[in-house]
């Protein structure tokens, strides 16, 4: 879930709600350097529980070679950006500035601090209106951590908050206007016990300056928590409406992914 810089908002968005990359646990301290074989587990377990090209019907393809890391990057906001973000926050209500640093990580595009390995994977079909379907599975150091971050974005202001936040700095961080905007929680998916999920999607038309065609998005995330891992499955494409066939392969791919994750590290 990163915010990108390109001044395109369907990826802007994509970045947002894909974790998936998943750079929204500012929030969270990080934590220690783990012992090399508990290291070596976790990034085994990321790499092994998320979705694959195998998973998914003919037509779709890497967009992306999966990768792992969970090495913080350095903070890539200016001053003035920053000033933007803290003014941006300060207008929002209070129950959303628990946010601040989970939408500064976004932007930043940092791995998720707080996680001992993570894997990110995306896939496209060019058949289906461009739709991607991004994966990112973060083994955290902690239970505890884990489930502070799933509890963000299963807080029943989170879709208000973000809607709240990229209206705003959509046109002052990147010059875009958007013109309709809409996130919203929708029905979880059926999960296997044991594991916390939760879903939620997001309409947009938007236009990225003066006299510009007007572009659309729209995107389905399922954020799931099993023990001290975090999945985040998204879906996105530059329709007004998810085309039927993406659907299906994405509940297909968050049933995958689900299953790996009932038995997560110690």
């Known amino acids: 879930m990163r915010i990108s810089r390109v001044a395109h908002p369907s990826t802007t968005y994509r970045r947002l709600l894909a974790v998936a990359s998943v750079g929204l646990l500012m929030v969270l301290a990080a934590c220690s350097t783990p012992e090399p074989q508990s290291l070596k587990n976790a990034q085994s377990f990321a790499q092994q529980a998320n979705l694959k090209q195998l998973d998914l019907p003919a037509g779709w393809s890497a967009h992306s070679t ?3 890391s969970a090495t913080p990057a350095a903070a890539s906001l200016s001053d003035s950006q920053l000033k933007i973000v803290n003014g941006i926050m300060s207008s929002l209500p209070g129950e959303c500035q ?6 500064i990580a976004s932007l930043e595009s940092s791995p ?5 390995a993570q894997n990110v994977a995306q896939y496209s079909s060019a058949a289906d209106g461009n739709a991607t379907i991004s994966s990112t599975v973060a083994v955290f150091g902690t239970l505890s951590k884990a489930q502070a971050t799933y509890a963000l974005y299963s807080a029943s202001t989170f ?3 973000l809607q709240g936040f ?3 700095a959509l046109p002052a961080m990147f ?3 958007v013109r309709q905007e809409a996130i919203v929680l929708v029905p979880t998916p059926a999960l296997p016990d044991g594991i916390n999920g939760i879903a939620f999607s997001v309409a947009t038309q938007a236009a990225p300056g003066k006299n510009a065609q007007t572009q659309v998005s729209v995107s389905q995330e399922v954020v799931m928590q099993s023990g001290r891992v975090l999945a985040f499955v998204e879906e996105q494409s530059e329709t007004t409406a998810l085309p039927v066939d993406t659907q299906t392969v994405f509940d297909q791919s968050v049933a995958t992914v689900a299953h790996r994750l009932v038995h997560p590290p110690l």
């Open 112 to 116: 998720p601090p707080g996680t001992m």
């Open 66 to 68: 999966p990768s792992g």
């Open 166 to 168: 990229l209206s705003r």
């Open 98 to 103: 628990v946010l601040k640093g989970t939408f």
């Open 159 to 161: 879709p208000s908050c």
């Open 175 to 177: 010059n875009e206007t």
